[in-house]
């Protein structure tokens, strides 16, 4: 799971473009073969996804492009047109190189898994009406914004008409919730290593499980800090 490709952010899931590329080579030596695709999965494959839109996903599904790569793509469809954002044509230049296109909401709400199910609904269903409309089809598969997950969550992108979801929980293996397939992700991150990306892409244990371990660290944090984890992070972001 990547998000910005871009140079000089201090976002902690930034990477840089030299870096992505270095993950890329090193991820392509050590599975020896692309990335799947959610609709065609088999044992031992893998995938790479990107959340939230940004302008850099042009960038970063043109290097994907030159390796003949496909990624999945995961627009928050209230953003698209923003500042540092794709607007639509760029969705539909990315879409036009083969990626997949899918949800991450309408609004990219900070704390998806306390929203109402009424709520979710609405913003998966929009989301995908909105996608399906400049598109020109059905979209089938979404990813959870903000990494906060719940079966509720799960349940209303099943009943919104999506097939597969993918998650931010650091897990390996299929799960599947009212017929949609949940697809957790490892989390690429501004410190990751190549060899941890491709590690990770091989299905190595060892990275899975401390990504794991520590993202149970940071679920109790959460959870203790409420709603006010988000401001948090984002202030002891801007002080690094």
């Known amino acids: 799971m990547y998000h ?10 930034a990477v840089t473009p030299d870096d992505f590329r270095r993950q890329l080579d090193e991820i392509q030596r050590s599975t020896g073969r692309p990335p799947a695709a959610f609709d065609n999965l088999a044992d031992g ?14 960038f970063a599904a043109e ?13 928050a469809t209230d953003l698209v047109g923003t500042p ?10 990315v879409a036009a190189m083969g990626h997949l296109i899918g949800s ?6 900070d704390r998806m898994a306390d929203l109402s199910a009424q709520e979710l609904l ?5 989301s995908g009406a909105v996608l399906a409309r400049e598109l020109g089809g059905p ?7 903000g990494g906060l997950y719940s079966k509720t969550v799960g349940r209303t992108a099943a009943e919104a008409g999506y097939k597969t979801l993918f998650t931010s929980l650091p897990r390996q293996g299929l799960r599947s919730i009212d017929g949609s397939r949940l697809i957790g ?5 501004r410190d990751t290593t190549p060899a941890e990306a491709a590690a990770a892409a091989a299905g190595k244990a060892v990275p899975w499980a401390r990504q794991r371990a520590a993202w149970g660290l940071r679920g109790a944090v959460k959870k203790v800090a409420g709603s006010r984890y988000e401001s948090m992070r984002r202030t002891l972001l801007a002080r690094r």
Do not use: K, N
């Open 4 to 13: 910005d490709v871009v140079e000089g952010s201090s976002d902690i899931y």
């Open 45 to 58: 494959d893998w995938m790479i996804t990107f959340d939230d839109g940004g302008a850099s996903a042009l």
């Open 63 to 75: 290097e994907l492009q030159r390796r003949s790569w496909r990624g999945h793509f995961f627009v």
């Open 84 to 93: 540092a954002h794709l607007d639509w044509d760029g969705v539909r230049a």
């Open 104 to 109: 991450h909401s309408c609004s990219h709400p």
């Open 122 to 126: 609405d913003e998966w269903s929009r």
């Open 139 to 145: 979209v089938r598969t979404a990813s959870v914004p």
């Open 185 to 189: 992700r490892y989390a690429i991150r």
